[in-house]
């Protein structure tokens, strides 16, 4: 039976850095604009002064410190707050294309591996820039890969939904090995003028290359010893951006357009089903929760992933069994696993046994249980 691996990762970290204090400080300059501007229905009670954001509140809510974007100056402006991102010629290469490069490139050099061995590219990630053609496409012709490529979107999930796929494909034999990439622009969809949700993302691209084990050399990556997957429908993430949009002209401009959720709620009923997932996968694969090494866990909340790890472990982690990198990326939707993953798995040795693992909107869960060889 042919056996899929991981044999190499890549990581693309935009260099532009907002910390939580420029967040802020933004946010409560657009705060002061627009309580000025509508001083007068405020005082008839007709609409609500808005609340400033606070550092402090930021860090302990969730264990962010600060974000990589895109583009800093346009979040930053108080009259703007989004993403300055100029259109570009179909002939250029589109943003998401330009930060999967990179991060393909690291992957497959971690590898040892050119273009030519692999077969198929897969773009997995919460918001694709446009409808066709495919991201994926343009980055198989731009990284030089003879095969097929797609798309797809299970938000936070994507990146793990991908790798399934993608050991799917290498284990029936469709592909010698597949690239898995996750180029998130967390920042475009994200509502800045919004204190409870302004300061969650952060934008990077990762990239995995799962490959066919006989393709490897002894010792090289980690071998995959089994995904699950779980959905369940939730509307508490959401996002109602769609290309129907245009045929209501009264629905264009409305907050739910952009990124909007029940955060508690999403704590509350996202952290057992993740602790579950973990532990009904690690069962069926016959290991325990304390055979783990290591928790690369989604990065959205320092406290839930401290709650789930705890749930799975029956006791604390500690910080070298569920690395966080939220505090420097935030949120990168289903990017962050991969950059835990990427980040923090070099100091494993043969035979340890880690999980990365996901969760998000849909609700959505994906496991990955793997061992280094
Ligand atoms: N500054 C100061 N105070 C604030 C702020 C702020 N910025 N925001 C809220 N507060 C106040 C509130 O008004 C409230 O005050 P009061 O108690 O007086 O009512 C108090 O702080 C507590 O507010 P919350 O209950 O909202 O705060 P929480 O402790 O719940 O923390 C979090 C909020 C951090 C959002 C937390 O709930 C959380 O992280 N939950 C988990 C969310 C999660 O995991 N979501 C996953 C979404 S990611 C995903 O699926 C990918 C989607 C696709 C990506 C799209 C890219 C844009």
Known sequence: MIKAVISGTGLYTPPAIIENDQLVEA????????????????????????????????EKASGIKRRHVIDRDGILDPKRMTPNIPDRDNEEPSVQCEMAIVACKEALEQAGKTPADVDAVIVACSNLQRAYPAISIEVQQAMGIDGFAYDMNVACSSATFGIQAAVNAVEKGSARAVLVVSPEICSGH?????RDSHFIFGDACTAILVEREENTQAGQGFEIL???????????????????NRADES??????????????????EVSPLVADTIQGHLASLQLAPEDLKRMWLHQANLNMNQLIARKVLGRDATVEEAPVILDEYANTSSAGSIIAFHKHKDDLKTGDLGVICSFGAGYSIGSVVVRHR
């Open 27 to 58: 946010f409560n300059q657009y705060v002061e604009l627009y309580n000025d501007e509508h001083a007068e229905e405020i005082a008839r009670g007709e609409l609500t002064a808005l609340q400033p954001s606070s550092s402090a509140f930021i």
């Open 190 to 194: 994200l509502n800045f003028r919004d």
């Open 226 to 244: 089994g995904t699950r997957l779980k959905t369940q429908f939730s509307n508490n993430i959401r996002n109602n951006f769609g290309f129907l």
């Open 251 to 268: 629905g264009i401009g409305k907050p739910d357009k952009l990124f909007i959720q029940q955060g508690r709620k999403v704590f509350k």
